[in-house]
């Protein structure tokens, strides 16, 4: 089946600095959404890509879909005490499966102010 | 407030009772997919329906079902519970489960706590 793996596990950075966590997926996807859950929290969700290539921003968030539409990147600059959070990417099944949305495990962020 | 509702919030019980869980969509949302998050184990998908329909299925275990109603409210439950079923059980929501554009985007709810002792 379907498996959307997410690298690193955890992060702990430095207030100021930069991170990054990346997504890969075993299939092509058909777009790719990223959550962000805050410790105690629920996901919520972040932004969607859909096209080859794509990148598109929030602020100090950049998301990247890879040309084979089979990974993607999610980089903070700048990572602020408000940046802690598990952040997951999760794109839809292929085939017969297209409903349903596989999650990574997601990468944990902290941020030490 | 994200507009999906979970109840209960926390439910401590005890090995092989059986508890249902509650999830009311955001309004217009048509389908509802469960999924449970254990402590290192992410987002494990369980079930998905769309307009009272069944649409897609994961790691879902046979103690467990699911069912949608016509009001679109669904519950999930789960029976004969063990101490690895301990975990917050979120439902979501989305307008429509396939694959356009931003129309399976999901609304969690907060999450429901299940502790088995």
């Known amino acids: 089946g379907q498996q959307v793996m997410q690298i690193p596990q955890y992060q702990h950075v430095q207030e100021g600095e930069d991170f990054t966590t990346y997504c890969n997926s075993s299939?092509?996807?058909?777009?790719i959404q990223w959550y962000k859950q805050r410790p105690g929290g629920h996901p919520v969700f972040l932004i969607q890509?859909?096209?080859?290539?794509e990148v598109k921003k929030q602020k100090r968030l950049t998301f990247q879909f890879g040309e084979a539409k089979k990974n993607s990147s999610l980089h903070i600059t700048a990572t602020q005490t408000t940046d802690v959070g598990t952040y997951f990417c999760?794109?839809?099944?292929?085939?017969?499966?297209?409903?349903?949305?596989?999650f990574g495990k997601g990468t944990l962020l902290t941020v030490n102010p | 407030d994200s507009g999906v509702t979970q109840t209960p919030k926390h439910l401590i019980t005890a090995t092989g009772q059986r508890v249902t869980l509650r999830c009311s969509p955001r309004?217009?949302?048509?389908?509802v997919y469960w999924y449970q998050q254990s402590l290192d184990q992410g987002l494990q998908f369980l079930i998905q329906?769309?307009?009272?329909?069944?649409?897609a299925k994961g790691n879902i275990l046979e103690r467990f079902s699911a069912q949608q109603f016509p009001d679109l409210h669904s519950e999930l439950n789960l029976s004969s519970l063990e101490l690895g079923d301990s975990a917050l059980y979120f439902c979501?929501?989305?307008?429509?489960?396939?694959?356009?554009?931003?129309?399976?985007?999901?609304?969690f709810g907060a999450g429901s706590r299940l502790t088995v002792l």
């Open positions: 309004s217009g949302d048509l389908s």
């Open positions: 329906y769309y307009n009272g329909e069944e649409r």
């Open positions: 999760a794109g839809p099944g292929s085939g017969g499966s297209n409903y349903k949305l596989t």
């Open positions: 299939t092509t996807l058909s777009n």
């Open positions: 979501a929501s989305s307008v429509d489960p396939g694959r356009l554009s931003g129309a399976n985007v999901l609304t």
């Open positions: 890509l859909v096209k080859s290539g």
